[in-house]
Nanobody
Framework: QVQLVESGGGSVKPGESLRLSCRAS????????VGWFRQAPGKEREGVSC????????YYADSIKGRFNISRDSAKNTLYLQMDRLQPEDTAVYYC??????????????????WGQGTQVTVSS
C-alpha cells in the first residue's frame, strides 16, 4: 500500500531553515512524480514544489522565490524539501503527495492520489 509520512516540521524564527522529509513506502520514489504542498490557516492548499520521476526535473511556486529545494534520496526512498530563509508567510501545514499516473512531468495544480498527513511549519519572531 502506498504510504507517505512527513516529518521535520517545527517552529523557527524568520531567516532560519528547516528540512522536511517524506518517507515513502509501497512504491519507489523515482518511479512516480511527487510534490510538496502547503495549507495555511484560512487559505486554500498551495502547490510548493514537485519533482518528476523520469529525470528529476524540478518545479517551484513563484511564492517561495527560490528559497526552497526539493530532492529525493533513492537509498532511503525519501523525499525532502529544504527550506531556507523562512518567512512568516511560509507558516502552514506541509504535505507530500504522489500519483502513479505522473512520471514524465509533474504538476502543482492537478490532483494527486496519495497524500501524507502533514507536518506543521511555524515561522514567527
Amino acid at each position: 500500500q502506498v504510504q507517505l509520512v512527513e516529518s521535520g516540521g517545527g517552529s523557527v524564527k524568520p531567516g532560519e531553515s528547516l528540512r522536511l522529509s517524506c518517507r515513502a513506502s509501497g512504491f519507489i520514489l523515482g518511479h512516480f512524480s511527487v510534490g510538496w504542498f502547503r495549507q495555511a490557516p484560512g487559505k486554500e492548499r498551495e502547490g510548493v514544489s514537485c519533482i518528476t520521476g523520469s529525470n528529476g526535473n524540478t518545479y517551484y511556486a513563484d511564492s517561495i522565490k527560490g528559497r526552497f529545494n526539493i530532492s529525493r534520496d533513492s537509498a532511503k526512498n525519501t523525499l525532502y524539501l529544504q527550506m531556507d530563509r523562512l518567512q512568516p508567510e511560509d507558516t502552514a501545514v506541509y504535505y507530500c503527495a504522489s500519483d502513479p499516473f505522473m512520471y514524465s512531468g509533474c504538476s502543482l495544480t492537478e490532483e494527486y492520489d496519495h497524500w501524507g498527513q502533514g507536518t506543521q511549519v511555524t515561522v514567527s519572531s
